[in-house]
T-cell receptor
């Protein structure tokens, strides 16, 4: 069956450390993958897009990798801050215009 | 407007009643999406509108759910004869209607069916 897996357990890290979130998928061949941030009571906000032919994409303190062989994307936040605390969702292109979302991983950055 | 707006922000209804949820997309965005998010879950695609094309209704969970988009702008999601399992946050997003593009989400409508 097709599925997208993100760690359902919250990730707790200390301020200043690098947070690494994982998105694994099976039985999809996405042309691209996006990462969104969602705060409580809000809609998701777009962060980064990475295409299947790109290994890595960076934006300020954010870095995304995309391994189509492992069927995995890693999302890194360097020098993390308490303001980075949120739920992070990965979303795959799955052959239709609407994205297919994972359930998200909650990140908590401790001061 | 500055972003996608949705109304109402919260809706409490009794089982069996009909509800209408409204979405105002960003001006100029031709694509509009409805998703549903249950507690602790990811976003579940419901329906997608693109310009004047026939909508992609493949995500609608039952025939109690319907949506329309009038004049290529505002959209209404209607749930008839609501059930308790319909309780969720209903999110609307819009985009320019191009490939690989960012979707801009509204704040959602929190629906509780008693």
């Amino acid at each position: 069956s097709q599925k997208i897996e993100q760690n359902s357990e919250a990730l707790n890290i200390q301020e200043g450390k690098t947070a690494t979130l994982t998105c694994n998928y099976t039985n999809y061949s996405p042309a691209y993958l996006q990462w969104y941030r969602q705060d409580p009571g809000r809609g998701p906000v777009f962060l980064l897009l990475i295409r299947e032919n790109e290994k890595e994409k960076r934006k300020e303190r954010l870095k995304v990798t995309f391994d189509t062989t492992l069927k995995q994307s890693l999302f890194h936040i360097t020098a993390s801050q308490p303001a980075d605390s949120a739920t992070y969702l990965c979303a795959l292109e799955t052959g239709r215009r609407a994205l297919t979302f994972g359930s998200g991983t909650r990140l908590q950055v401790q001061p | 407007g500055a972003g996608v707006s949705q109304s109402p922000s919260n809706k409490v209804t009794e089982k069996g009643k009909d509800v209408e949820l409204r979405c105002d997309p960003i001006s100029g965005h031709t694509a509009l999406y409805w998703y549903r998010q249950s507690l602790g879950q990811g976003l579940e695609f419901l329906i997608y509108f693109q310009g004047n094309s026939a909508p992609d209704k493949s995500g609608l969970p039952s025939d109690r759910f319907s949506a329309e988009r009038t004049g290529g702008s505002v959209s209404t999601l209607t749930i008839q004869r609501t059930q308790q399992e319909d309780s969720a946050v209903y999110l609307c997003a819009s985009s320019l209607g191009q490939d690989e593009e960012t979707q801009y989400f509204g704040p959602g409508t929190r629906l509780l069916v008693l």
